[in-house]
């Protein structure tokens, strides 16, 4: 059976994610983590469920209180060859929490505003699940909206609760 969604249920819920994310309360993130299926970070629109990072709620907790300094690869940057070796606090303030998405002008449910270079399978990869998107159409008025940012929150119910 397909899972139903309340859209104004899932942008309340998207909301309190954010707040979360935005306060760096990362335990309290942590227990919003499937179960089974963990959370995965796709720096970039095209998600590659078997390269980018997924973390459990215990390997996620451990991540973000890694003090080391030591970098994880996240794969390769859009358009490069080049490594991203990047720690937490690195790929999340460039890939994650890189504008006040809680805050953000546009917010959807199960609506992309706006596309980079990369093709966004999002709709694919996560079919019949509820997602939200954060939205900034741009910040300096030079760039044209070159500058946008999103960020996508994918809800998938566990035992009808998201």
């Known amino acids: ?13 998207a909301k309190s994610i954010l707040a979360l994310m935005k306060a760096k309360d990362y335990k309290a993130l942590a227990e919003h983590i499937h179960p089974d299926e963990g959370i995965l970070f796709a720096p970039y629109g095209f998600i590659d469920t078997a390269g980018n990072r997924r973390f459990s709620r215990a390997s996620f907790l451990a991540l973000v209180s890694d003090s080391s300094g030591k970098p994880l690869n996240w794969g390769r940057y859009d358009g490069s060859v080049s490594p991203m070796d990047l720690t937490w606090t690195e790929y999340a303030s460039k890939f994650v929490y890189n504008a006040d998405f809680l805050n953000a002008p546009d917010f959807s449910v199960n609506s992309l505003k706006s596309r980079g270079n990369s093709v966004n ?9 509820q997602y939200t998107v954060s939205y900034f159409p741009g910040f300096d008025e030079k760039y044209a909206g070159l500058d946008w940012a999103s960020l996508g929150l994918v809800f998938k119910q566990k035992e009808g609760r998201l």
């Open 1 to 13: 059976m397909a899972p139903v969604y309340d859209d104004s249920a899932s942008m309340a819920f």
């Open 121 to 129: 399978n999002i709709d694919q990869v996560f079919s019949g699940h």
